[in-house]
């Protein structure tokens, strides 16, 4: 077992737990790490060796700690799987036997601004086939709108280029897929050692409008957990039939139609939700995913979910645009914007300066109207700029 460790952000849960299971760690970048002086750290040859070992139980907190370990990856199995992963096209392929009728197709850069705007059907998706939060997502509804997005995805692909290494987000290409009506959740799982899906967490997204792409504001509760668990699992089970995933944790995201349906969105292998916004479940139901994954255990989701009210616990991502330069920023009114939130749980400082987010705050609400307000507030008059 081991952790890795790197960029943006490392938690004071997840540091405590790596302490309290004695689990090892990577550091492989300049990432400020609580506790550090409590953790045990491996050299590469330590690593090198654990690695050679095909049943490793690998956790990354980050992208780009997922990165950072290719080079010592690249003669294992896993390998594979994290590139079928993180390829968009190639995981629509591998599963298209589940979601026959589903809609895609692949694009380069390039192609996308000669592609006939007669040629498509709408409203269609477009991302990069290699990307990270919404980067380069659009929603396109229509014709009318294909000139404006090729504009904003050209100046916020330029943008990625000197905030995000290769490896996190790339230009080379692109997926256009069909839109996936229905409600959105982000998923907290892994296949333990025998291969049998194990569901750690199942937040909900919510959007300011249609259109939105936005990483803002995710929640989880009682009735998110009521309606997506058994669809979530079901959907683990039948991806764990097609492919060989074991000792896998992953991040992914689903669409639940109105009918019922589950369609996925993206897998990230390796990886649960990040800048640590994974520990919203501690808060919410007592789920420590570190340690869960780590010590090979499943939540007792019938107990947990009897016994919780109907409070919301909400995670918000307080993400700028990709045009607003880090280093351009003087500072933020965090305590300010401490305010805006009723019952706060936790308040994290994010390096600005080198990630398009200033905070991520935790905070639990009894219904849903505090986040239909946060979703529209304007972030950026809680800006210093120098």
Excluded at 166 to 183: D, H, K, M, P, R
Aim: glycine residues 4%; negative net charge; contains cysteine.
């Amino acid at each position: 077992m081991m952790m890795i460790l790197d960029k943006p952000y490392v938690s004071q849960l997840l540091s405590q737990t790596l302490i309290n299971l004695k689990i090892p760690a990577v550091k492989s970048g300049e990432v400020r790490i609580p506790l550090d002086k409590s953790i045990a750290f491996l050299t590469e040859q330590e690593v090198i060796e654990q690695l050679r070992d095909p049943n490793v139980a690998i956790l990354c907190n980050s992208e780009y700690s997922v990165a950072s370990i290719y080079p010592y990856l690249k003669e294992t199995s896993i390998i594979k799987l994290i590139d079928l992963f993180k390829n968009k096209v190639r995981f629509r392929q591998q599963l298209q036997k589940l979601f026959p009728s589903f809609f895609f197709r692949e694009c380069t850069y390039a192609e996308i601004f000669s592609l006939p705007v007669e040629s498509l059907t709408f409203p269609l998706v477009i991302k990069p086939a290699r990307g990270f939060r919404s980067v380069g997502v659009y929603l396109v509804e229509g014709p009318a709108e294909w000139k404006t997005m090729l504009a904003q995805l050209q100046q916020d692909m330029r943008a990625a280029k000197e905030i995000y290494p290769e490896a996190v987000v790339s230009a080379n290409s692109f997926i256009l897929e069909e839109w996936i009506q229905g409600e959105e959740y982000a998923i907290d799982a892994y296949y333990n050692e025998a291969g049998e899906p194990v569901v750690l967490n199942v937040f909900k997204r919510m959007f300011a409008h249609e259109a939105d792409t936005s990483d803002r504001i995710y929640y989880t509760g009682k009735s998110v957990l009521t309606e997506a668990l058994d669809k979530v699992e079901a959907f683990m089970r039948s991806m764990g039939e097609e492919l060989p995933l074991k000792n896998f944790p992953m991040h992914f995201e689903v669409r639940i139609s109105k009918n019922g349906q589950l369609i996925p969105i993206e897998v990230n292998p390796l990886r649960f939700a990040g800048l640590c916004t994974t520990d919203l479940g501690a808060h919410a139901c007592g789920v420590n995913v570190y340690e869960y994954f780590f010590e090979q255990k499943k939540p007792d989701w019938p107990a947990i979910i009897s016994s919780m009210d109907d409070s919301i616990f909400s995670f918000l991502c307080a993400e700028l645009p990709l045009s607003i330069e880090g280093k351009s920023i003087e500072s933020v009114h965090d305590r300010k914007f401490e305010k805006k939130f009723s019952n706060l749980l936790d308040y994290r400082l994010i390096p600005y300066e080198e990630y398009p987010t200033f905070s991520v705050v935790f905070y639990q609400s009894p219904s849903l109207k505090e986040n239909e307000h946060l979703l529209q507030l304007d972030l950026e008059q809680y800006l210093v700029m120098k």
